[in-house]
């Protein structure tokens, strides 16, 4: 039997249901240090073991993403300093 290539069987499925963690760092445009220490303190869930490999679910990475409250809009998050809000949209 011919092994197909992952990429292959891949190409034509409508969504990857499971991330790596380089998959997942990169799915929330973050590095995988950094994806890892979001899953030590609780604000990424953490993965599923599948056959030996550490998966995570798409729709919960992506979910854990959206709870993550945006600079400066909510009064409780001071914005980090160094960092420049940008106000130009403010008077729009």
Do not use: C, N, Y
């Not at 069987?9 to 973050?30: N, R």
């Not at 890892?36 to 854990?64: C, N, Q």
């Not at 993550?68 to 130009?88: M, Q, W």
């Amino acid at each position: 039997m011919k092994r197909i290539p992952r990429q292959e069987v891949t190409a034509g499925m409508p969504s990857v249901l499971g991330f790596q963690v380089h998959e997942a760092a990169a799915f929330i445009g973050i590095g995988v240090t950094s994806f890892r220490e979001l899953v030590k303190v609780g604000t990424m869930p953490p993965p599923r073991l599948v056959g030996g490999v550490m998966v995570w679910d798409h729709d919960e990475v992506r979910s854990a993403f959206k709870d993550i409250a945006h600079i400066g809009g909510d009064a409780s998050l001071p914005v980090p300093e160094g960092i420049i809000r940008d106000t130009s949209w403010d008077d729009a």
